[in-house]
């Protein structure tokens, strides 16, 4: 990464806006986004925790029961072994994982990334005409039909759905291993289903809302630097916080980023620059 001198004529702009101003105006739509995923694991926890502790799909009372009724899946499964019971459960599992979790986004559609380019569009607007540069008059639904950002957005789309499938992917991976050790530690059904139950709010929760408030940004700045390139803008200045100054928040990465300038090429990927990075980019014009 090549970096210029710094632009001291954004900084004392900057220096005059609010301490917590965000500056891409996207904490709302971050905080939809993510409480829509993690109520698609919240959806899992009470069939899941109803099937392991009230139904104990997996035989741990000491009376077991050779027929299982259950959700997890509405049926009578005979299992014959242990591995038997670990694979049942996790084709219920993936098939919940399909039907409330990844069922929210799709590889084709993604309310909440589309939101998100578009307030990365008029956010690069806004800022271009505050410097002066002709902006000419269009609604999102034009700018969405240009194939840059058409494109652009399909990428954003599928790399989304990818991401959100390796989160789910993580959840089913250690739900296997502390189903295993509950097994062979012998522990009771209330136990079993307390350290699933766990798994799935650390893992599965707590990765999502992470995955959805760094798409947001992510969407944002490339839409940001798809505008700006269009429009003719040379290069760009990464700006944190708009001023970084007092916000306790902002990590020492981005802090030393505040004010670089980079040509739109370069700027690519940069932001975000770590999970939940909250930066937007400013244009530098001529």
Not at 116 to 144: N, S, T, W
Not at 175 to 183: F, K, P
Request: with cysteine; charged share 30%; proline share 4%.
């Amino acid at each position: 990464m090549s970096a210029a001198a710094h632009d001291h004529g954004h900084n004392e702009a900057l220096a005059q806006a609010p301490a917590d101003v965000d500056p891409t105006r996207t904490k709302t739509l971050r905080r939809r986004y993510s409480q829509k995923l993690r109520g698609g694991f919240a959806r899992i926890v009470t069939p899941m925790r109803e099937g392991v502790a009230e139904n104990d799909i997996f035989g741990l009372k000491k009376s077991r029961r050779e027929s299982l009724v259950a959700p997890p899946d509405n049926r009578v499964f005979r299992f014959s072994a242990e591995a038997d019971r670990i694979d049942a459960f996790n084709d219920w599992l993936e098939q919940a994982h399909e039907e409330e979790v990844l069922s929210v986004i799709s590889k084709d559609g993604n309310q909440f990334v589309r939101s998100a380019y578009g307030r990365g569009i008029k956010h690069a607007d806004a800022r271009l005409k505050e410097a002066g540069v002709d902006v000419p008059d269009e609604d999102l639904r034009q700018v969405f039909n240009k194939p840059i950002h058409r494109e652009k957005l399909q990428t954003l789309f599928v790399k989304d759905f990818r991401a959100l499938e390796g989160v789910t992917d993580a959840v089913e991976k250690e739900t296997t291993r502390i189903i295993a050790e509950g097994l062979t530690e012998g522990v009771n059904p209330n136990e079993m289903a307390r350290r699933i139950t766990d798994r799935v709010d650390k893992i599965g929760k707590t990765r999502a809302t992470t995955l959805a408030r760094t798409s947001v940004i992510d969407a944002h700045a490339e839409a940001t630097l798809n505008r700006y390139d269009r429009m003719g803008v040379e290069e760009v200045g990464a700006k944190v916080e708009f001023q970084t100054a007092g916000d306790t928040r902002v990590c020492p990465i981005c802090a030393s980023l505040e004010g670089t300038t980079l040509k739109i090429a370069e700027a690519r990927g940069m932001i975000p620059q770590h999970p939940r990075c909250r930066c937007a980019w400013l244009p530098v014009t001529n």
